[in-house]
């Protein structure tokens, strides 16, 4: 039990090849979503979403995926269903954090928490300057992350790829 605990609070240390030209991977996990969906929180517009699960042997730690400016930031209490339920984006515990990047414009992702866990811990605050790759967050225990980038985004990663946080060049620009 202790060594699954340890696995879970770990943050390895992950060099970062800043650019902004790339959206990278906030979390370790597996793409398990990429479409065209409407976004009802911030956008209010349809948006591409790159959805990353975590199964409990990933990393949980969330990293920027840009830099830039955090313009909004906000934590929604919620249910606890399955991380790869269509409904958890919306009604499970989340937070959801928007940076306005010079290059992409406003990035949004959401940190979901999923059955088995049950905290979000999220760094994000409203007018912070942050930088691509550094710790944003954590989820404890677990679940998924969804990146909503603007339409017409050059995603660079395939369904059921495995994602490395802070290494994965999600999108191009």
């Known amino acids: 039990m202790l060594i699954m605990v340890l696995q879970f609070f770990r943050n390895p240390k992950r ?15 597996k ?6 969906v409407f976004e009802p929180e911030y956008f209010k517009e349809k ?5 990353i699960f975590m199964s409990p042997i990933n990393v949980h730690v969330t990293r920027y995926a840009v830099n830039g400016l955090v313009k909004y930031s906000k934590y929604h209490p919620g249910k606890y269903l399955v991380a790869w339920h269509p409904k958890a984006s919306e009604e ?12 992409f414009g406003e990035i949004l992702y959401r940190q979901i928490a999923g059955a088995l866990a049950r905290r979000i811990v999220n760094y994000a605050q409203e007018g912070m300057q942050v930088v691509q790759g550094t ?8 679940s998924r992350v969804d990146l909503y980038l603007p339409l017409g985004t050059q995603v660079n990663v395939k369904l059921n790829q495995k994602a490395v946080g802070g290494k994965t060049i999600i999108a191009i620009k």
Not at 31 to 36: A, L, N, R, T
Not at 92 to 103: A, F, G, I, L, S
């Open 135 to 142: 710790d944003a967050g954590f989820i404890k225990f677990g």
């Open 31 to 36: 793409v398990v979503v990429i479409e065209e």
């Open 47 to 51: 948006r591409l979403m790159v959805s």
């Open 15 to 29: 060099v970062v090849a800043i650019n902004d030209n790339h959206v990278i991977a906030p979390v370790d996990g």
């Open 92 to 103: 499970n515990e989340r937070t959801t954090v928007v940076v306005e990047n010079r290059v």
